[in-house]
């Protein structure tokens, strides 16, 4: 991953005025980007959506996740989980509070975790804290080489990040997002295009310990 030289930090009192602004809606185009990479579908028990913003990601995924039992978002802005608890449309579901770079309270059986972590001081703390969080399944997409920009972005990502970490990765149809797959019950899950991991394991590890070395 490669830091941006110019970040605008934002803080809790920048984004809860950010999602003061919104009304109840932002965006679902970030979970219908996933739809279209992971079938949905495969995923039961509960769900976690960390970075939920205003929740329509979560209203749009319980069409997609039928076997899902318990939606759940958590979210760094106090003032987005408000939102959230004040909409009808999310009243079975459940949101708290949560700072990423933080162990999670507890653990679910799939955590989903989309457009975050470009944003944080240290992805790698955030990355594995999320896999902590998951018992089955965690996918987690941000921006590739940046070609989403925006001014709060921190991080650029590619193929190479987290390469140790995670089972796949996969590029969307325009290659503006990237994703990572972990799958810890070793279920065979595997994304609807083969565009992951055509670099062999050996190079990706070699890659990431010089890196940290």
Not at 26 to 37: E, F, G, I, Q, S
Not at 134 to 159: C, M, Q, T
Request: charged share 30%; aromatic share 14%.
């Amino acid at each position: 991953m490669e830091r941006l030289e110019k970040f605008e930090e934002w803080g809790h009192s920048g984004w809860d005025h950010f999602f003061s602004q919104k009304g109840k809606q932002w965006r679902d185009k970030d979970y219908r980007y996933l739809d279209r990479v992971f079938d949905l579908s495969v995923m039961e028990g509960s769900l976690l959506d960390v970075g939920c913003a205003l929740g329509d990601g979560l209203i749009y995924l319980k069409t997609r996740a039928a076997k899902v039992n318990q939606f759940v978002g958590a979210d760094f802005s106090d003032e987005a989980i408000r939102i959230c608890k004040s909409n009808p449309q999310l009243r079975r579901m459940f949101f708290f509070q949560h700072d990423i770079l933080k162990p999670f309270p507890d653990t679910y059986e799939n955590v989903i975790c989309l457009q975050t972590l470009e944003h944080m001081q240290n992805p790698w703390i955030a990355m594995q804290n999320l896999i902590n969080a998951a018992k089955s399944v965690l996918i987690v997409g941000v921006p590739y080489r940046n070609r989403r920009p925006d001014a709060d972005h921190l991080w650029s990502f590619d193929e190479k990040d987290f390469y140790d970490l995670v089972d796949l990765y996969c590029l969307d149809k325009k290659q503006k997002n990237i994703y990572w797959l972990v799958d810890k019950q070793k279920q065979g899950l595997s994304f609807r295009k083969k565009r992951y991991d055509i670099l062999p394991e050996l190079v990706g590890r070699l890659f990431n310990a010089l890196r940290r070395a």
